[in-house]
């Protein structure tokens, strides 16, 4: 079960980097966290932690709608059938490609961090030990992989690819910034929307009094994700494609 299991997770990693769609999307994501980052911290006179991922917000789009692109080819493409009918195993199936996926958005968030932490400790007077400097840099790492992870679900659900990305959309940059206006319980509110813990983990100084340590909303993240990634798997598991 192993060997199939990491056999299908290559297969699905190669499937998702055969897509022209799929390098534009990590080629942009790249360019806009330290296009904008360097460009930030570069011309402040007092550069900040949270200035080195000033582009992140972009970029985290931009990585979603890479896993959205990722999973909605495989249904339009009838690849999912291929895939299917080579390991009947659904479930096992759906996670070796939310997987796969994910470490690919990982992977744009530990290159787009180290590139940010080497021009943070390059160009700047930031220490690049601190944590904070780190968790805006190299904590993207973990932050991508389950923003990955997630919308590709999503996209395996919805199955077009412009659906898929104005739903991710319009929930992080449309339904979160909103929600916390919401007269009488947007601060309530605020402390439970994924996307703000994530922010959060990686810059906390943009809430200044955010209502969870770093680590507790990375952790709340981590949580929200794994529900709904697995909450689309067992309806995956009885859906005919």
Excluded at 16 to 40: D, N
Excluded at 69 to 79: C, E, I, L, N, Y
Excluded at 122 to 132: C, E, I, P, Q
């Amino acid at each position: 079960m192993t060997t199939v299991a990491i056999d299908q997770v290559r297969s699905e990693w190669l499937k998702s980097l055969s897509l022209r769609s799929s390098w534009a999307c990590i080629v942009a994501s790249v360019v806009a966290v330290v296009g904008l980052g360097a460009l930030q911290v570069l011309t402040a006179d007092h550069p900040t932690p949270g200035g080195l991922g000033v582009g992140s917000g972009l970029g985290l789009l931009i990585v979603m709608a890479f896993g959205v692109v990722s999973a909605t080819s495989d249904v339009q493409f009838g690849t999912l059938r291929t895939t299917r009918l080579a390991n009947p195993n659904r479930g096992l199936g759906y996670l070796c490609k939310v997987v796969s996926v994910g470490l690919i958005g990982s992977g744009i968030g530990a290159v787009s961090g180290a590139i940010m932490l080497a021009i943070g400790g390059a160009g700047t007077d930031l220490d690049v030990s601190d944590a904070a400097v780190l968790r805006a840099t190299i904590g993207l790492c973990p932050v991508y992989f389950a923003a990955a992870a997630l919308s590709c679900a999503v996209g395996l659900v919805i199955g077009r690819t412009g659906l898929g990305v104005a739903a991710v959309i319009i929930w992080v940059q449309a339904i979160e910034p909103l929600a916390p206006a919401l007269p009488g319980i947007g601060d309530a509110v605020r402390a439970w929307l994924p996307f703000m813990n994530s922010v959060m983990f990686t810059n906390p100084a943009q809430f200044g009094d955010p209502p969870r340590q770093p680590l507790p909303a990375l952790g709340y993240f981590y949580g929200f994700c794994v529900t709904v990634v697995s909450l689309i798997g067992l309806w995956m598991r009885r859906r005919d494609l």
